[in-house]
C-alpha cells in the first residue's frame, strides 16, 4: 500500500514562497498527482495537478522528479488566506485494487 | 461555479442506527466518491462509484457500508448500525472521468457525531 508522507507542520511569512514536499514511494505508474487545501470545517479543495516533472497554474506551481517518488507544491507569495492544510493525494494499485490515498497532510501557518 | 452538495451538515445518531448520508454531484460528471475524516486525522477513501455500481472500496468499506444513486442527481452513503468510531467527517467528491487527471471535486462534508 502506498504510503504517502508529509511535514506535518510548516510556518511562515506573508509574501514568502512555500514549499511544501510529499513523499509517494508506490504511485501507480499512470496515476497523476494531485494537491489540495483544506480550510476547517470544509472539503478539500483543487490546487494544481501534475504527472511529471513541472506544472504551473495561477497559484501554485508543481515538481515533479523523473522518479515520481515525490513531489513538491510551491506556492509562490503566501498570504495569511493561505493558512491551511495541504494534502497530496495519489492513487494506489499496490495491493491489486485501486485506491487513493490522501497524505498525512502538512498544516501551514501564514504569520504576519 | 458548479460544486458538490451534501446534506446534512450535521448528524447526530444513537449508536445502532441506520444513518443516510447524502450528496449532488456536479451534473456533469460521472465518477462518485465517497471519503471519511476522523477529527484531526487524514481523508481516508471509502468508495468509488461509476455506472450505477463499486468501483472500487477500501478496507473500511465493510458490509455496514452502502452507496446509492436512487436517481439522476443523489448520491447516497448508507452506514446500516452505526458505531462509536463511525463518528467523522464524510466528503462526496465527483470527477468528470475515473482517470487520475480529472481532479475530484469535494463537498463540504457531513459531520457524523454517535451518541
Known amino acids: 500500500l502506498a504510503k504517502t508522507t508529509q511535514p506535518i507542520s510548516m510556518d511562515s511569512y506573508e509574501g514568502q514562497e512555500v514549499n511544501i514536499t510529499c513523499s509517494h514511494n508506490n504511485i501507480a505508474t499512470n496515476d497523476y498527482i494531485t494537491w489540495y487545501q483544506q480550510f476547517p470545517s470544509q472539503g478539500p479543495r483543487f490546487i494544481i495537478q501534475?504527472?511529471?516533472t513541472k506544472v504551473t497554474n495561477e497559484v501554485a506551481s508543481l515538481f515533479i522528479p523523473a522518479d515520481r517518488k515525490s513531489s513538491t507544491l510551491s506556492l509562490p507569495r503566501v498570504s495569511l488566506s493561505d493558512t491551511a492544510v495541504y494534502y497530496c493525494l495519489v492513487g494506489d494499485a499496490g495491493s491489486g485494487t485501486y485506491k487513493y490515498i490522501f497524505g498525512t497532510g502538512t498544516r501551514l501557518k501564514v504569520l504576519a | 461555479e458548479p460544486e458538490v452538495t451534501q446534506t446534512p451538515s450535521h448528524q447526530v445518531t444513537q449508536m445502532g442506527q441506520e444513518v443516510i448520508l447524502r450528496c449532488v454531484p456536479i451534473?456533469?460528471?460521472?465518477?462518485f466518491y465517497w471519503y471519511r475524516q476522523i477529527l484531526g486525522q487524514k481523508v481516508e477513501f471509502l468508495v468509488s462509484f461509476y455506472n450505477n455500481e463499486i468501483s472500487e472500496k477500501s478496507e473500511i468499506f465493510d458490509d455496514q457500508f452502502s452507496v446509492e444513486r436512487p436517481d439522476g442527481s443523489n448520491f447516497t452513503l448508507k452506514i446500516r448500525s452505526t458505531k462509536l468510531e463511525d463518528s467523522a467527517m464524510y466528503f462526496c467528491a465527483s470527477s468528470e472521468a475515473g482517470a487520475s487527471n480529472q481532479p475530484q471535486h469535494f463537498g463540504d462534508g457531513t459531520r457524523l457525531s454517535i451518541l
Open positions: 451534473s456533469n460528471h460521472l465518477y
Open positions: 501534475g504527472y511529471k
